[in-house]
């Protein structure tokens, strides 16, 4: 039994309770959610109690992180380090792209060291294990592919990145038009190239039923993959987008009738005027489905600052309706992330959800600036510290550049405006 | 003769044709923009061809970086490398905020080095001499006040921003209802320090005839602030602050009679979905002033990541119809920047600017995105790093993180899905 199978029977779920308690509400309105498609819930069979997280309408936007090793830079410390990061900066969910190395012992050392919801995008493991014992990934079988999804899914993975949208129609109709980047997408490159050279349809669309028998067994969240995603502004919303997001639509419904709990992915590059109505639309077409969008980034031109770029359009993205923000680093489009990347990426991405939940008046969200300004009125720095998305960033600020007057800070010294202010109305009084 | 006398009077200038020359667009357009005051253009008569810039309706989107000393941060190398920073970086604009320290020596410093158009809060000059030479703000006169304004004037400063709003009425609205952190401006505390103790009203409000004259005599652009901006979210679009927006624009229209040029400043700490309609109200109630908007930040939960919080409130503004963006530095609300933080307030600053620059359709800022990316679609780094908007960091990126294969990077290594979609199409055609 999953979430959503025990939600639409009525049944209130362990997981259930445990998520309203975390965002604050009740039980009740968890299993609603769950029921309609509109919420999911991360909870493997495996670890079912360990971590639920919800993920969905009404509830505080989660962001993910992605880490994970690439062929050229493969040091298992070095993930195990950005897992322990992605933990403590405050990461609700971490993904394992990992596509270099023994990626099956890569997992468990980030699984184990997140110690939190793991998604994972099976195809990297099965395309490039089949590289390496068959030479190349148009030797891939279905078989290959369920087998690997299944011993993930067995090894405790919450959600997993499944490109079923990558489909020969949506194929040819992206060749039908002119894109500046075609795909960008690495789990579509794989099946596009097997789907190409085998002249044969997407297994994972075409035996979306195995798929969702797996997910069903294990609980998986299936995360519908956006394998046609814009990967520069100018092809953001595009036909080829938008009749993925149409089939995404069909699954979901099938996937939510079959007891299969499901997210969408979204894009990608996409012009800030074209983000909330990216949400609406996905929002209509997949009956409200979760929407777990990858940054998105409203400008191509700033490599380096891509956490930057994406926070801008995660907060407008959340602002508008999704639900779940995946991070992006300073190192998209110029390398492989290192920690203090992995870091900054995070907070970016955690500032950019809880400036969309301030505008969905999730609670708590609105109160947590009210107090922190409260405390910067009073001149309290360990209260705005404690209450600050980075506590050690203010206290280094404290200690690095010590101003005369204990109670201001350097900015504006003797000439601070709340000191100035609040003496002149108290004499005034 | 300033520029908006002469564009009323239908003659194009010079600077008005260099303005239209950078913008690419007709003198026409820019002369008539002018003439409605819905464009400004830097050109003290001092310096006036020294470096046109335009600021308004239809031009690019302008940034300022604010520099400058403070009581317990009194450098002049160091304001002095801000300036070279601000340079290199890209600011079209520096304030020089200086309160500590010898004042004119700073600002000619500061102007020096920067050599671009250059802005001032004069009352910050003003306060802090007189507490010097007087013990104490609340003995500043009106001459104190108009003759540090016409000394900034002659000595070449481009636009001032001086607190004309803040005035007895806009305070007991103030006062009448409740804020989270009442006054935040510097400029805006000293003003109602004085006009508490006096028991008077803002000399720069009651002698804005006085003002209009040296304005109008060295073509000093008036940026009307916006003392009683909201310092927290919580306090966004109060009654205060729309009361002192109704006042700038009647002052605004006094003002472009008199032949002066004039933008308005705005907030400050807004929520991201009343960001847009503080623009569109800033534009109904000022008649299409340029709006200079100082972020905005869309969380106060922030300290230390203050120009994403800004960079998110900027883009959205810019997109909406901001004209001029005034950037934040990670270190606002913690201490007084350093070299390293102007650059990265400078650089989100930037993006945000581009990001609406996008959606307003501003002449070549879509194609720069299309043109990196087709750059990306070819892995030409080269290309890519010439029209990323900080080339430096994506070298470093490059010459850090070498992949095997030159042509990728390390992010994903072997698995590029731009290598592998190529190839796999190549090989279908």
């Known amino acids: ?28 309105i968890i299993a609603k959610g769950v029921a309609n498609g509109e919420i999911v819930i991360t909870c493997n069979s495996k670890y079912s109690l360990k971590h639920p997280c919800g993920i969905g309408k009404g509830l505080r936007t989660k962001i993910n992180a992605n880490i994970g090793s690439s062929t050229d830079c493969c040091d298992i410390k070095l993930e195990k380090k950005k897992a322990q990061v992605a933990r403590e900066a405050g990461a609700d969910t971490i993904m394992d792209l990992s596509t270099g190395g023994d990626l099956r012992k890569f997992r468990k050392v980030i699984q184990e060291t997140f110690a939190g919801p793991i998604g994972t995008v099976p195809i990297y493991q099965i395309a490039t294990e089949t590289v390496k014992s068959k030479g190349g990934i148009v030797f891939m079988t279905s078989n290959d592919i369920f087998k690997v999804i299944e011993e993930q899914a067995k090894d405790g993975v919450d959600f997993i990145t499944v490109h079923c949208g990558v489909t020969r129609e949506v194929f040819d109709r992206l060749c039908a038009q002119k894109r500046i980047m075609d795909i960008v997408s690495r789990g579509a490159a794989f099946l596009i190239t097997w789907m190409l050279a085998n002249k044969k349809e997407n297994p994972l669309y075409e035996h979306f039923d195995r798929l969702l028998d797996i997910a069903y067994k294990y609980d998986v969240i299936l995360s519908l993959g956006d394998g046609f995603r814009p990967g520069a502004i100018g092809d953001a919303t595009d036909r080829a987008q938008i009749q993925e997001l149409l089939i995404l639509g069909e699954l979901k419904e ?16 996409v012009p800030l005027n074209e983000v909330a109505m990216n949400i609406q ?47 992006v680093t300073p190192a998209e489009h110029g390398g492989l992330p290192n920690i203090d990347e992995v870091r900054r990426g ?35 720095w360990d209260r705005q510290t404690k209450l600050a998305i980075d506590p050690e960033i203010l206290k280094k600020f404290r200690s690095e550049r010590k101003p005369k007057m204990s109670e201001v800070c350097t900015m504006c010294g003797d000439y601070c405006a709340i000191k100035i202010v609040e003496d002149a109305i108290k004499k005034h009084k």
Chains 1, 2 share one sequence.
């Open 1 to 28: 039994m999953t979430q959503i199978s025990y939600a639409r029977k009525g049944e209130i779920t362990p997981e259930m309770r445990a998520v309203a308690k975390q965002e604050g509400l009740s039980p009740e």
């Open 254 to 269: 099938r996937a939510n009738k079959r007891g299969v709990q499901v997210m969408i992915e979204g894009p990608g590059h």
């Open 281 to 327: 639309l996905e929002k209509k077409i997949c009956q409200g489905a979760p929407f777990y969008v990858l940054g998105p980034i409203v400008t191509d031109i700033a490599p380096g600052y891509d956490e930057i770029t994406s926070a801008i359009g995660g907060a407008i993205a959340a602002s508008a309706g999704a639900d779940f923000l995946c991070y």
């Open 346 to 380: 995070i907070i970016a991405s955690k500032i950019a959800a809880h400036a969309g939940d301030i505008v969905k008046g999730i609670k708590g969200a609105k109160e947590r600036d009210n107090e922190l300004s409260k405390a910067r009125k009073k001149l309290d």
